[in-house]
């Protein structure tokens, strides 16, 4: 048996649960109820948000939960009995978040 | 059924167990038994008192009665169980359902066949690799309490295997090195007496390996001597993880694997 | 349930037929634990969802109107309020999970899980409150 390379995958994986457990919760906070309820402006939230430190971060909470969520959803397909078509599964997910990375960085960095 | 205890002869309480007789050539069936209730009694001796005086046909494995010897699991009302430590009292009057061990397969009636766990454990050689071979005459391998502590948990593992009957992972790939296994794996990893963690990362780390895992937790709910196998896996997840970037920051590194001791 | 097989072995006679009982696709409803696990699991959808969110947000940063609309959609709100209990269900058995992959030694004693956990969600209040304060900071008041 050879080692396996998904500690590339796992560390991405746990970077993405992390960055969401500590931001998610309060972000949709944020942008489904303040904005919506007229506590914050959605001009000022979009300020605050091109700042380049917010941009750094919103790349990160874009392109990490994604790879988290690919990550995962490849197992839960596994623990509903399917098996099958693991690499063309496994590329869909990844790219997806491989994909959502370079636009995010593009939108947000260029 | 003669019993001379008149108190308990007016309880019963029935018992709905899995038949498989592979040379009869029939399917699989539920048989149900009455036994007498006795709240001192454990499945097991409900078991043995079908055997001994109802049905001698069933067929089971059992030895020491104590929780010790780890051979007495089977799903007790769909949990692993080992029925040496689970009392007809904690059911008491409802049926209780006796399966084999989840998700291996069946030679006969409550037996399971065990082999590739046994394999298993073989690949993964849960045994100490010495990290230096010196002659008896120079003494024992010392170790100190602080290095004793950081692998004990995993040492009381009786490979009952009701963890594996918990994994669903287990359950969904056979193949699955599994939460005993692997905690065995990380007994010796974590022994600083111990040089073998590269040897069997090889096997540890690979897909089949601590990767299938995704953490259920359910290993580590049912042990019954509290081994914590989940916690074996995701610790062993995080040593896999380092050893991989070293192995990219310092080509030739990797073979430097080891646990974190 | 019903399919027997034979598996000769290397060591040892070749056992009878064996009966391999095949895992049922509901199993994750057998068992309130396995169903948390899952629940857990599912949460990804929703983390994915949100990110996806914060995407097209992110795509109209200097398109003011655009940017505004996203956020007043009734859809989008919508949906976030479905998510955001998903998005709280993972924080929580995140943080829940930390003490096992963060395990520290003090000579002969593990750190207890609950220091580890709950600096973890200390961690998570703070950096809450100061997200919402972040984002309230902007624009006008400056």
């Not at chain 2, 090889?202 to 914590?228: A, H, M, Q, R, Y």
């Not at chain 3, 009966?19 to 068992?31: A, G, T």
Request: hydrophobic share 45%; proline share 6%.
């Amino acid at each position: 048996m050879a080692r396996s390379n998904e500690p590339a995958f796992w560390s991405l994986f746990s970077a993405g649960g992390m960055v969401a457990a500590f931001l998610f919760p309060a972000a949709i906070f944020i942008t489904a109820y303040m904005v919506p309820a007229g506590k914050i402006e959605a001009d000022n939230l979009r300020m605050v948000m091109s700042h380049p430190i917010s941009r750094l971060l919103l790349v990160a909470m874009i392109s990490l939960p994604l790879f988290h969520w690919a990550h995962r959803f490849r197992f839960v397909l596994v623990d509903l009995g399917i098996k099958g078509f693991k690499l063309p599964i496994a590329i869909l997910f990844y790219g997806t978040a491989v994909g959502s990375t370079i636009c995010a960085a593009y939108l947000l960095l260029v | 059924m003669a019993t001379t205890d008149t108190q308990s002869s007016t309880k019963t309480m029935k018992l709905e167990v899995f038949r498989f007789l592979p040379d009869e050539g029939e399917p699989p069936s539920f048989q149900v038994y009455e036994v007498p209730y006795r709240d001192d009694w454990v499945v097991l001796d409900a078991l043995n008192y079908i055997k001994d005086e109802i049905d001698g046909t069933l067929s089971y494995r059992w030895s020491c009665r104590m929780g010790v010897c780890g051979s007495c699991g089977m799903m007790v009302n769909g949990e692993p169980k080992l029925t040496c430590s689970a009392f007809l009292r904690d059911y008491y009057p409802q049926q209780i359902k006796v399966e084999p061990l989840s998700y291996f397969p069946v030679i006969r009636d409550l037996i399971i066949n065990m082999d590739h766990f046994i394999d298993k454990m073989g690949e993964v050689k849960t045994w100490l690799i010495p990290a230096e071979d010196k002659p008896i005459e120079d003494g024992e391998y010392l170790q100190t309490p602080a290095q004793l502590a950081k692998y004990k948990q995993f040492t009381m593992c009786i490979n009952c295997m009701l963890c594996y009957s918990a994994c669903p992972v287990f359950g969904q790939n056979p193949d699955f090195i599994g939460p005993a296994a692997i905690a065995l794996g990380q007994r010796y990893n974590l022994d600083s007496r111990d040089g073998g963690a590269d040897e069997r990362a090889d096997v540890l780390f690979s897909d089949e390996g601590i990767w299938e895992c995704t953490f259920v937790g359910e290993c580590s709910e049912v042990c019954p001597k509290n081994v914590d196998p989940a916690g074996a896996i995701q610790m062993a997840k995080v040593t896999a993880t380092n050893d991989w970037f070293k192995s990219f920051l310092m080509p030739g590194g990797r073979k430097k694997s080891g646990g974190n001791k | 349930m019903d399919n027997d097989s034979s598996t000769p072995t290397a060591a040892g006679p070749v056992p009878a037929k064996q009966h391999i009982r095949k895992m049922p696709v509901n199993w994750w409803l057998k068992k309130p634990a396995y169903l948390r696990y899952m629940v857990r699991e599912i949460t990804c959808l929703f983390v994915g969802g949100y990110a996806m969110f914060l995407l097209m947000l992110a795509a109209r940063l200097d398109k003011p109107e655009a940017f505004e609309t996203l956020l007043a959609s009734p859809l989008a709100i919508g949906l976030q309020w479905v998510a955001l209990p998903f998005a709280i269900y993972h924080s929580v058995t995140w943080f829940n999970l930390t003490p096992k992959v963060l395990v520290i030694w003090r000579g002969e004693d593990k750190l207890p899980g609950f220091l580890i956990a709950g600096a973890h969600y200390a961690g998570w209040l703070a950096v809450s409150a100061g997200l919402v304060y972040f984002a309230m900071s902007g624009g006008t008041d400056g």
